[in-house]
């Protein structure tokens, strides 16, 4: 993901770009974060122990699988659709698969917030 320097404020120094290739592409490529957040993560990476950085890093890894599992099935069910020769539309079982979608979403973006202090927890007890 490439950052539009017009659309954020987000400062990443060269050496942690040098030392941190991987992560900081991870961090810019959160769907869970604001610029506010990737911020923070990309000014205490190079204060973070090995432990921290690939707790982060599976964090992040986590994320993205799960993204990239959301549409896989979300392609899926569209083409199945079009494969049968028309899409019916039944507003019930949409807002059932609505609410059951922002149900998962906010599970999932409150144990990336839990995950994310216990990090800083570690962090602040160092």
Known sequence: MVIDPKTTTLTVPDETR????????????SQSMNDEERQYWV???????EEQ?????????????????????YEEKAKEGA???K???DESKY???KRTREEEETRFEQE???????LLEEISSM
């Open 18 to 29: 040098e030392k941190f290739p991987e992560l900081v592409d991870m961090i810019i490529g």
């Open 87 to 89: 899409l019916e539309f």
């Open 53 to 73: 950085l690939d707790n982060l890093r599976e964090i992040l890894a986590n994320e993205k699988k799960q993204m990239e599992e959301v549409n896989k099935t």
């Open 95 to 97: 807002k059932e698969k």
């Open 112 to 118: 990336e917030r839990e995950r994310e202090a216990r």
């Open 43 to 49: 000014d205490v990476l190079p204060i973070m122990t």
């Open 83 to 85: 494969d049968k020769g």
